[in-house]
């Protein structure tokens, strides 16, 4: 019996689906999702079979602009780990880059903590660190942690004072624009801590839920009776007006309110693989915006952000976090091409992994959204999402150098776009325009 690619992946999916589905009495299963998505036969240059390019980069699309400088650090000679580590670097430095390194956005108490890991295949040694704050190059410590020390992995305050040991500089990694996204996003939420308004502002309001003040008088409930689309108009013009206050551009208001509302996971991954098949990885990342002072997502997590083996390939994520820790992804990926799976199905198996986490509930699996960057050791590469792409955003794409730079649109395993967390009640189509790129 003939069985094409696509008949495997569908198989697979379906049977796995099948196995949550029956128990679960009701809700929408991936597998109605699943394979109308035209694209998910396989692209990148898994599709071709037979001999593939090295030397070869890949990395998450925010590599993209480094990747023509690395790609000859490589061709010099350049160690993989160091040229995957120079890609990374850019957006580190970058103070625009709200989700890496210098400038990203901070936890819920306004200071930036970030996560790397790498991985060097020719020495198979590895290093991580986790919740950094005041070090810009996680990713070099992390390097650094192999390098200087018989561990793996630092967290917290001993992984900066690891950093300034071995010669890194303390330095203030909240920009001002990065601040006021964060003061914009404490605004959105005053109503529920003590940041006010207190009882002495002149426009503060009673809860609609407080009690009544005397059995005969009600209190003011300023929003009662007003249509979802009036409220949420409102709740979008205090966001600007506050954004205006904090002194947040003009034109980056629209991206700042839909951070706060939103709170994005950016990161950047990277694979290097030389002419002579060394191949090296490494992640980085500010992780979840506002998240709780100590949270890591799984960019510091050998074999969840990254992981490569000397004898078989490398694998990195961007995405969320914590459904990627239980899937262990880019472990899954790698040993998935150890048995025999291409790039491509090595990550689609991956991504039906978190799809089985739900039971293949699309109610639940229309928030989450992963991309893996897959880099085989013969230079066979793929890029692979579960969506394809953030919702009314750029499609999902994979940044490659082996000789052309180029941008490539991953394969997606659903048809269409994920929705932003966490959920809202749904906004007005001309709100949204209005107010949110
Ligand atoms: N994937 C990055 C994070 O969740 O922190």
């Known amino acids: 019996m003939s069985f094409s690619r696509r008949d495997f992946v569908r198989t697979s999916v379906l049977g796995t689906i099948a196995a949550g589905a029956g128990v679960r009495a009701q809700g929408e299963v991936a597998a109605n999702h699943l394979l109308e998505n035209p694209a998910a036969a396989a692209q990148n240059n898994d599709a071709q079979s037979g001999s593939y390019k090295r030397p070869i980069i890949i990395c998450a699309h925010n590599g993209f602009d480094y990747l023509d400088d690395a790609f000859a650090f490589l061709k010099s000679g350049g160690d993989t780990l160091d040229v995957a580590l120079r890609v ?13 390194g210098l400038g990203g956005i901070p936890n819920e108490e306004g200071v930036v903590e970030l996560d790397a890991c790498c991985m060097h295949g020719p020495t198979r040694r590895a290093g991580a660190v986790g919740a950094v704050r005041n070090i810009k190059n996680v990713s070099l410590v992390s390097k650094a942690v192999f390098e200087h020390t018989g561990h793996v992995m630092l967290v917290g305050e001993g992984a900066e004072r690891f ?6 500089p303390r330095e203030n990694l909240l920009t001002d624009h990065s601040r006021k996204i964060w003061l914009l996003w404490k605004e959105y939420h005053s109503n529920s801590d003590w940041w006010g308004p207190g009882l002495a502002d002149p426009h503060w309001q009673a809860p609609t839920d407080a009690a009544p003040v005397s059995p005969d008088k009600a209190p003011q409930q300023p929003e009662r009776g007003k249509p979802q689309s009036e409220l949420w108009r409102e709740r979008y013009r205090r966001l600007e007006e506050h954004a205006g206050k904090l002194g947040i551009a003009p034109e980056d208001r629209a991206d700042a309110i839909h951070k706060v509302l939103f709170p994005p996971t950016g990161t950047i991954h990277c694979s290097a693989l030389n002419e002579k098949g060394e191949i090296s990885g490494c992640t980085t990342t500010s992780g979840l915006a506002f998240k709780l002072p100590g949270r890591c997502g799984d960019s510091p997590i050998i074999g969840a952000g990254c992981y490569t083996d000397q004898d078989v390939g490398s694998a990195g994520a961007t995405g969320s976090g914590e459904e990627n820790i239980k899937v262990a992804g880019a472990h899954t990926i790698v040993e998935n091409m150890r048995h025999g799976m291409s790039p491509h199905e090595a990550g689609m198996d991956a991504l039906k992994r978190i ?7 699309m109610s639940r699996l229309r928030f989450v ?69």
């Open 88 to 100: 990374v670097k850019g957006p580190e430095d970058d103070p625009n880059v709200t989700t890496v």
């Open 163 to 168: 950093a300034v040991a071995v010669g890194f």
């Open 355 to 361: 799809v089985r986490t739900y039971n293949g509930d």
């Open 369 to 437: 959204d992963m991309i893996y960057y897959i880099l085989r050791k013969d230079g066979a590469y793929a890029g692979v999402s579960l969506w394809e792409g953030y919702q009314a955003r750029r499609p999902h794409t994979i940044a490659v150098h082996d000789g052309t730079r180029r941008s490539e649109v991953t394969t997606a395993l659903f048809k269409g776009y994920s929705q932003d967390f966490p959920p809202e009640p749904k906004v007005p189509e001309e709100v949204r325009k209005q107010y949110l790129k």
